[in-house]
């Protein structure tokens, strides 16, 4: 996701997607263990995903 994708979601939205990548960015990591994953560019870009959406979250709770 985009960083315009996740500016529009709302501070619940982004906790619940934060959520779901570290939960598959765990099952990216057991499959590449198991050299069952043929892209490992994908544990990079759920990497990335997640430090974007922390970062929003950050974002949003130094503005209060």
Known sequence: MTIKELR???KVELQRLLQEMRETL???R???A???LKDVREVRDHKKTIARILTMLKEESVKK
């Open 8 to 10: 529009q979601l709302s």
């Open 26 to 28: 765990r099952e990216l």
């Open 30 to 32: 057991f499959k590449t």
């Open 34 to 36: 198991r050299r069952e």
